[in-house]
Each structure stands twice: as C-alpha cells, then as structure tokens.
C-alpha cells in the first residue's frame, strides 16, 4: 500500500445538514473516496449557536467518510455564509517599476485596493482580483511580463464578522480537526457548477441551502457581486409544519419527497399522508396542496433575489446566460419554471461534475458547496504539497487486515459515532444526539419502522 497518498478533505457545515468529504488527488484529478453526512445541530441562518452540539456533529460526519475512506483526516477547508457577509468592488492604482510588470506590482496594487473602510467588527475574507488595466487597455487577466507605466487592478473584496469566523473556527478545533482556509459559500457553489461560457456572458447563481440563500453574479468571466439572504429551506419546511399541523422531520420529508412549487404541473392528484402531531391521526393531502403552500415562500426567495440584483446594479439585462439553481431546495419540482416566470430569463439546476466511487451519489445539487470546498483544497494541496490526512495503516499498522478493511482505526472513535449505511438515506433521517442504549438499537428500531411503514 501507497502511504504517501495526497489527501484533501471538505467541510460543508451547513445549517440543515454537515458533509465532509474526503478525496485522494491522482495526476491532478479527485478521486472522492469517503462521504460523511449527518444532521445540523447548533446552527441558524448559517450561525453558530451552540459550539459544543456542532462540534459533535461535525466529528460524527468526519468519522464517517474517515471510516469509508479508510484514512484520518487532519486539517479541512470549510465554508461561511449568513447574514454578516457583505461586499464591495474595489481598485488599486499603483505605477509599474522598471516598466514591466512584476509580482510585487501585482501584490503592491492589490494592496492598494484592500485599503478601504470595513466595519470594526469585521475582516477581510477575500479579496478575488476581477481584471487588470495596463495602460488603459482593460481585460487583462495575466500582466506578468507585460510593458507599461500604470497598473489598474480591479478587485472584489468580500468581508465577513470576525466573530463568525472565530465560532466555526472553534466547532472545528473542538472536533479534533485544523481549519486550512475558510471560503465564501456562494463562490465555491459557482466554481462546481457554473461554465466558463456562462461566466463570460454573464450569470447569477442563487444557491437555496437550509439556512441561507446565497447569490453571486459573474460578468466578463469574474465575479462581480456577492450576498446572502436569510430566508432559505427552513422557513419553506416551517411554512408546511404550520400549514399542514405536522411535526417539523415529516414536513421536511414531505417537502424533499414530494414537493413542488407549481400548483398548476401535471401529476399534482396524487394523495400524500400527513402525520398528525402527538396522537393524532395521520391525514390525506394531494400534492397540490403542497405546492400552493411551498410556491409562495420559493417565489418570495426569488423576489428577493431579483431586488438584491437590481439593487446591486445587475439588472437581468446584463445576465445573458441567465439564472443557475443549485442547493438542497432547487430539488423542488417546477423550481426551474418559476425562476424563469420570476426572472424572465432562462433557467437551469447546477450539478456538480465529479469523479470517483462517489460520483453518482453526489451529482445532486445539494452537494454543490462541498464540492466546491474539496476542488479549492486540491489547489490549495498542490500549491503546498500539503496532505489533509494519512492512510490508516500508516497509523495503525498494528491492528488486524479485517479491521483496516473496515475503515476502523480508533476503538473510542468507533464506539462514539457508529457508520451510517448508504441505504438508508442518512440525509432524511432525524437522528437525536447519541446516547448511550441498552437493547435494541437504533438502526434496528429504525429498519423496523421502515418495514412496518413503507
């Protein structure tokens, strides 16, 4: 066995669900090779609330792809969204030395845009270079080498609260694991699902996760504007609980399964039992009940996001490749039509692309930002030669073949998060903090519902 792997790993924490995965770097390609996914707790709006609980299951996701994978994982990148993040565009100006461009004109002119007002409380997370302007001649992308006397450098800088930033910094650390770098949701969404073509001619992404719905805007092949909205796939799962006087986990299910934005599509007759609250008895719905209660909220969504774009100075005019979808909610049926009726332009479902024994399962949108997350540690990996872990035999050279097979490298870690498997869709299931059992298990209990129920 190769000991000398180049591990990269991702850490999506999002406020509905936590995914990491893990990837092996081969000839510059990803090969996904582990998945962990559980239940958010300890998050709001893309927040941190309780560091202890998202520590936990942030450890419990990290167990399980480190399991599938067969490696431990040490340090990850990871995203922030929410409600603090803000935006601006900038420039810097500075004369070329010796009258070629060099690095340090590039850095002394990025320096230069940097130098803007932020609140106190904030900081710079980014600062993403838009285009180069030589001379007056714009759209240069690589100026190193280039002849002239004056450098323009445009450049979107995106800031983020310090404290934010700290919170996720700690969930992480208290989960045993190193923060490499911490990136802006909205971008890494774009760079797994967007085209160069369309970022030239010009696109919005609206990523609608649990929390949050995040929004960037590329012309010209750069990105030109960013913002996060507070309303997301929580409020719509809330919206349907209240309506429909059922418990939160079966309206969130409801709403994966069978929901739809649309209460005009065809194939809406069908009947969907309810769960009652508490004792109740379950009730009969036709899906296009469903979707007159979750169509008002997604088009609300979207309204918002039209007001944020003009607001910004994107009207649809400029966005000739029209709108991308991706994230968790974009799964709704009629999504694509209704952006299209909202925005009067064409429409689509981002899906990221990868490769891998994992491929299948994680071309859905919902992945869109982990994927993202795993691309952006690859770069950072092979700019640093840096591995984000090591092969498990390496560390446990001791334990026996059947036990490596399995992934299992740690007794303790084993008995604290046990594997979740595949077939039960781990992404659906609401799951409570584990605690110590006597008798039958969990995961028996749960397939004996399945039985009975479906």
């Given at each position: 066995?190769?000991?000398?792997?180049?591990?990269?790993?991702?850490?999506?924490?999002?406020?509905?669900?936590?995914?990491?995965?893990?990837?092996?770097?081969?000839?510059?390609?990803?090969?996904?090779?582990?998945?962990?996914?559980?239940?958010?707790?300890?998050?709001?709006?893309?927040?941190?609330?309780?560091?202890?609980?998202?520590?936990?299951?942030?450890?419990?996701?990290?167990?399980?792809?480190?399991?599938?994978?067969?490696?431990?994982?040490?340090?990850?990148?990871?995203?922030?969204?929410?409600?603090?993040?803000?935006?601006?565009?900038?420039?810097?100006?500075?004369?070329?030395?010796?009258?070629?461009?060099?690095?340090?004109?590039?850095?002394?002119?990025?320096?230069?845009?940097?130098?803007?007002?932020?609140?106190?409380?904030?900081?710079?997370?980014?600062?993403?270079?838009?285009?180069?302007?030589?001379?007056?001649?714009?759209?240069?992308?690589?100026?190193?080498?280039?002849?002239?006397?004056?450098?323009?450098?445009?450049?979107?800088?995106?800031?983020?609260?310090?404290?934010?930033?700290?919170?996720?910094?700690?969930?992480?650390?208290?989960?045993?694991?190193?923060?490499?770098?911490?990136?802006?949701?909205?971008?890494?969404?774009?760079?797994?699902?967007?085209?160069?073509?369309?970022?030239?001619?010009?696109?919005?992404?609206?990523?609608?996760?649990?929390?949050?719905?995040?929004?960037?805007?590329?012309?010209?092949?750069?990105?030109?504007?960013?913002?996060?909205?507070?309303?997301?796939?929580?409020?719509?799962?809330?919206?349907?609980?209240?309506?429909?006087?059922?418990?939160?986990?079966?309206?969130?299910?409801?709403?994966?399964?069978?929901?739809?934005?649309?209460?005009?599509?065809?194939?809406?007759?069908?009947?969907?039992?309810?769960?009652?609250?508490?004792?109740?008895?379950?009730?009969?719905?036709?899906?296009?009940?469903?979707?007159?209660?979750?169509g008002p909220r997604v088009e609300e969504i979207l309204e918002l996001t039209q007001n944020e774009l003009r607001r910004a100075g994107f009207?649809?005019?400029?966005?000739?490749?029209?709108?991308?979808?991706?994230?968790?909610?974009?799964?709704?049926?009629?999504?694509?039509?209704?952006?299209?009726?909202?925005?009067?332009?064409?429409?689509?479902?981002?899906?990221?692309?990868?490769?891998?024994?994992?491929?299948?399962?994680?071309?859905?949108?919902?992945?869109?930002?982990?994927?993202?997350?795993?691309?952006?540690?690859?770069?950072?990996?092979?700019?640093?030669?840096?591995?984000?872990?090591?092969?498990?035999?390496?560390?446990?050279?001791?334990?026996?073949?059947?036990?490596?097979?399995?992934?299992?490298?740690?007794?303790?870690?084993?008995?604290?998060?046990?594997?979740?498997?595949?077939?039960?869709?781990?992404?659906?299931?609401?799951?409570?903090?584990?605690?110590p059992r006597t008798g039958e298990s969990l995961y028996s209990r749960f397939m004996t519902w399945v039985r009975s129920t479906f």
């Amino acid at each position: 066995m190769n000991e000398n792997k180049l591990y990269v790993s991702a850490l999506d924490v999002g406020t509905s669900k936590i995914i990491a995965l893990i990837g092996e770097v081969v000839e510059d390609e990803i090969n996904i090779v582990g998945m962990g996914q559980t239940e958010s707790h300890g998050l709001k709006a893309g927040m941190v609330t309780n560091i202890d609980a998202t520590a936990q299951s942030i450890r419990q996701a990290m167990d399980e792809a480190e399991r599938m994978a067969g490696c431990k994982i040490n340090s990850v990148v990871t995203g922030i969204s929410g409600n603090h993040i803000r935006s601006l565009n900038s420039q810097g100006v500075v004369k070329i030395k010796d009258g070629e461009v060099s690095r340090v004109d590039i850095d002394r002119a990025k320096d230069t845009a940097k130098a803007v007002n932020i609140p106190p409380d904030h900081q710079i997370l980014h600062t993403v270079v838009q285009e180069y302007i030589i001379d007056n001649q714009p759209g240069v992308r690589q100026p190193i080498g280039m002849s002239g006397v004056r450098l323009d450098t445009r450049v979107h800088i995106v800031t983020s609260a310090v404290t934010a930033l700290q919170n996720i910094q700690k969930c992480i650390r208290r989960s045993g694991l190193e923060v490499d770098e911490i990136l802006l949701q909205p971008l890494v969404s774009a760079d797994a699902v967007l085209t160069e073509d369309e970022k030239d001619l010009g696109v919005c992404v609206i990523d609608i996760g649990g929390g949050t719905t995040d929004i960037a805007v590329y012309l010209n092949g750069a990105i030109r504007h960013t913002a996060v909205i507070p309303i997301a796939g929580d409020l719509i799962t809330r919206d349907l609980a209240q309506a429909l006087r059922t418990p939160y986990s079966a309206a969130e299910y409801i709403k994966i399964s069978k929901g739809a934005v649309l209460a005009d599509l065809d194939g809406l007759d069908e009947m969907v039992e309810v769960p009652g609250v508490g004792e109740r008895t379950p009730r009969q719905i036709s899906r296009r009940v469903l979707a007159q209660v979750i169509g008002p909220r997604v088009e609300e969504i979207l309204e918002l996001t039209q007001n944020e774009l003009r607001r910004a100075g994107f009207p649809e005019e400029v966005l000739t490749s029209g709108i991308v979808i991706t994230g968790g909610a974009s799964l709704l049926r009629g999504m694509v039509d209704l952006a299209e009726e909202v925005f009067g332009l064409p429409a689509r479902i981002g899906l990221p692309q990868e490769n891998g024994t994992l491929a299948e399962r994680l071309r859905n949108p919902r992945y869109a930002t982990v994927i993202g997350l795993l691309h952006a540690a690859k770069l950072r990996a092979n700019k640093h030669g840096k591995t984000a872990g090591v092969a498990a035999r390496s560390i446990a050279s001791h334990m026996e073949d059947d036990d490596l097979v399995s992934g299992v490298y740690s007794k303790e870690r084993a008995e604290r998060a046990p594997l979740l498997k595949d077939v039960i869709g781990a992404e659906y299931l609401q799951l409570p903090e584990p605690k110590p059992r006597t008798g039958e298990s969990l995961y028996s209990r749960f397939m004996t519902w399945v039985r009975s129920t479906f």
